[in-house]
T-cell receptor
Framework: GAGVSQSPSNKVTEKGKDVELRCDPI?????LYWYRQSLGQGLEFLIY????????KSGLPSDRFSAERTGGSVSTLTIQRTQQEDSAVYLC????????????????????FGPGTRLTVT | TQLLEQSPQFLSIQEGENLTVYCNSS?????LQWYRQEPGEGPVLLVT?????EVKKLKRLTFQFGDARKDSSLHITAAQTGDTGLYLC???????????FGQGTRLTINP
């Protein structure tokens, strides 16, 4: 089946401009995540959606960053007044819950990532 | 703040050698996932371990979850050039949804 898709794959923008990044999750995945990966760094959590609501947006670096999700599917990450330090690869993931065996029973979530959007702010 | 310490950060070995990558934390995770990422692509899920002491094998790759669910290791036997890439471990706490990632191990297998 189709995986997570993201667009655009590359975006070059001038400092101060706004950008919108799009994510299409795997069909049927209710949870959606945004991460940021800077050069030589690990992945940094930004925000998580369950359905259309965002229970955890603790990773958003500043109020210039916002995200929304509509129809429990597509999500958009918006960065306003971009700065050079915003340059990074922005990764989207969606997840499905799986029941772990053994006791006590619990559900764990496997996250599947899209190819990312490489953002360069000049 | 939960941290996952991954080591080594860089590893360059010859084809045919064995290697182990470690992922350690002082925190307990309900599950731990290993990903492999190639340049210009997103991380690809290799395996999820959920039970303390669990061992999972994926061809020449062996993944182990520590008994206390605080650490994990990835062992590659007879490495091949196609194993080259960035390997990431990521942990999920009970009841949480966001993954905590290690810094990654950049593995290079030389022919």
């Amino acid at each position: 089946g189709a995986g997570v898709s993201q667009s655009p794959s590359n975006k070059v923008t001038e400092k101060g401009k706004d950008v919108e990044l799009r994510c299409d999750p795997i069909s049927g995945h209710t949870a959606l995540y945004w991460y940021r990966q800077s050069l030589g760094q690990g992945l940094e959590f930004l925000i998580y959606f369950q359905g259309n609501s965002a229970p955890d947006k603790s990773g958003l670096p500043s109020d210039r960053f916002s995200a929304e999700r509509t129809g429990g599917s597509v999500s958009t990450l918006t960065i306003q007044r971009t700065q050079q330090e915003d340059s990074a690869v922005y990764l989207c993931a969606s997840s499905v819950g799986r029941l772990a065996g053994g006791r006590p029973l619990h559900i764990y979530y496997e996250q599947y990532f899209g190819p990312g959007t490489r953002l360069t702010v000049t | 703040t939960q941290l996952l310490e991954q080591s080594p950060q860089f590893l360059s070995i010859q084809e045919g050698e064995n290697l182990t990558v470690y992922c350690n934390s002082s925190s307990v995770f309900s599950s731990l996932q290993w990903y492999r990422q190639e340049p210009g692509e997103g991380p690809v899920l290799l395996v999820t371990v959920v039970t303390g002491g669990e061992v999972k094998k994926l061809k020449r790759l062996t993944f182990q979850f520590g008994d206390a669910r605080k650490d994990s290791s990835l062992h590659i036997t007879a490495a091949q050039t196609g194993d080259t890439g960035l390997y990431l471990c990521a942990g999920l706490s009970q009841g949480a949804q966001k993954l905590v990632f290690g810094q990654g191990t950049r593995l290079t297998i030389n022919p």
